[in-house]
């Protein structure tokens, strides 16, 4: 488990001041890591660290020599147009690189000068994908939305009896995961309507979101070589914010018996940072499963875990419709929740993913599944929030919303605030429905 150090003192302030007002989610104590270029240029991508309203250019810093050891030999990795060989690099070189920035961009720092000509303003760039994504794989680690929903379908038996036993996943597709501001076309299908004998094909009627973290795996393990509890985050670059959209009529007719297909691969969005364990670490929490409850085995438990294997980040959904934007309206928050409330760790997912003899590779992706938490306003999907579609959601201006209509823009953000501590942030996570394609 990553400890404190000198990175995460809260008195810390940068040179950078939009870093210091207290409201960012990119102070100093934060340092996330992102792939950017000029928004309009035919600029080559490459690695990019925020810091208050800028973008750090590593390529520009590694050229300037103001780092040294580990932290330069990381930071010209980090130069190139995907994160995966920096990632590869593990834990101690991460540190590294972490510790360097955190002293070249503190207020007195003598190489203020070189470093600001290393600085791009955050609202004149273009994101991309961070790592080249391999493999994605999505849990289900909220026992809140896994209970709501199966008790949408299952009223009698809502929760299958595996769940509280072994961390449920699926294996999606890495293709068409893209970065905030994606626009996508209403997928379209296969559906079996309400009382239909035969299925019908069109454009999916029940588009949904669900508003999930992004795991970023580091270095990967050999192939028959399980990674265990206590090295598990060892494994672990990063985190990030996820709208795995979900086509629900889709999925309800295809998922039996091998799973969802195409109601979940036509886009998934991400945001475009990747906030470090070693940032977190203040923000962590104990982590156990009810008393009554069924606990973790041996492979799925450790002392780190149990002290301090969960993490206390707010998440948010805010929902924009075409309407709210031309009348000037702000966006309606759809729910407030936090990761704090999951069923299983981050540890836990990368033990079990392994344990059969899994080899995972740097760049690949987990999702921790939807992150409902215990009442019906932590609700993170609108299958839930709307309980099956029998209560829309009221919006301000008159509109309802039981699921995502064209022209509809979902905000998610995420942050991570505590006495003692600097607030930090993962930014915006943006995505928007576009008519099906005829």
Not at 41 to 68: K, M, P
Not at 183 to 191: D, E, I, L, N, W
Request: proline share 7%; with cysteine; hydrophobic share 40%.
């Amino acid at each position: 488990m990553i400890t404190l150090n000198e990175t995460h003192d809260p008195q810390l302030t940068s040179w950078v001041t939009s870093a210091n007002n207290g409201q960012t989610d990119f102070p100093i104590q934060n340092l996330p890591f992102a792939v950017f270029r000029r928004a309009g240029s035919s600029e080559a991508f490459r690695g990019g660290v925020a810091i208050g309203d800028q973008v750090l250019d590593l390529a520009a810093l590694a050229s300037t020599g103001v780092l040294d050891g580990l932290a330069q030999t990381a930071a010209q990795a980090a130069s190139a147009d995907k994160l995966n060989t920096l990632m590869a690099m593990g834990p101690h070189a991460w540190s590294a690189l972490r510790a360097g920035l955190s002293r070249v961009l503190r207020t007195g720092a003598t190489q203020q000068a070189a470093v600001q000509a290393c600085l791009v303003p955050q609202s004149s760039v273009q994101f991309d994908v961070p790592a080249r994504i391999g493999d994605y794989t999505d849990f289900y680690t909220s026992v809140h939305h896994a209970t709501n929903v199966g008790r949408l379908f299952r009223p009698d038996n809502p929760l299958l009896p595996n769940y509280k036993w072994v961390p449920i996943g699926y294996h999606g597709r890495s293709s068409s995961i893209g970065v905030s501001g994606q626009q996508f076309r209403r997928p379209v299908g296969q559906t079996l309507p309400p009382g239909a004998t035969q299925p019908s094909f069109g454009p999916c009627k029940r588009l949904d979101i669900e508003l999930e973290l992004g795991v970023f795996l580091g270095q990967g393990n050999a192939l028959g070589e399980p990674i265990a509890m206590q090295d598990a985050e060892k494994h672990v670059f990063g985190l990030c914010l996820l709208n795995d959209w979900s086509a629900r009529d889709i999925q309800a007719w295809e998922y039996q018996p091998l799973g969802p297909f195409l109601s979940k691969s036509f886009a998934s969005t991400i945001s475009p940072w990747l906030v470090t364990m070693e940032a977190l670490a203040p923000y962590r929490v104990p982590f156990a499963h009810p008393p009554d409850d069924p606990q973790p085995l041996p492979y799925l438990d450790s002392a780190d875990n149990r002290a301090a294997g969960g993490i206390d980040i707010q998440l948010s959904a805010d929902l924009l419709t075409t309407r709210m934007r031309d009348q000037g309206a702000a966006a309606h928050r759809l729910c407030l929740t936090n990761y704090r409330h999951a069923y299983w760790t981050v540890a836990q997912m990368v033990a079990h993913h392994t344990v059969n003899g899994c080899n995972l590779n740097p760049g690949d992706m987990f999702g921790s599944g939807t992150l409902s938490g215990p009442s019906l306003e932590q609700a993170a999907a609108l299958l839930e929030l709307t309980v099956g579609g029998k209560q829309p959601v009221q919006l301000p201006d008159g509109e309802q919303r039981v699921f995502l209509e064209d022209g509809d823009t979902v905000t998610l953000r995420g942050w991570c605030q505590r006495e003692g501590a600097a607030r930090i942030g993962f930014g915006e996570c943006v995505g928007t429905v576009l008519p099906a394609r005829a």
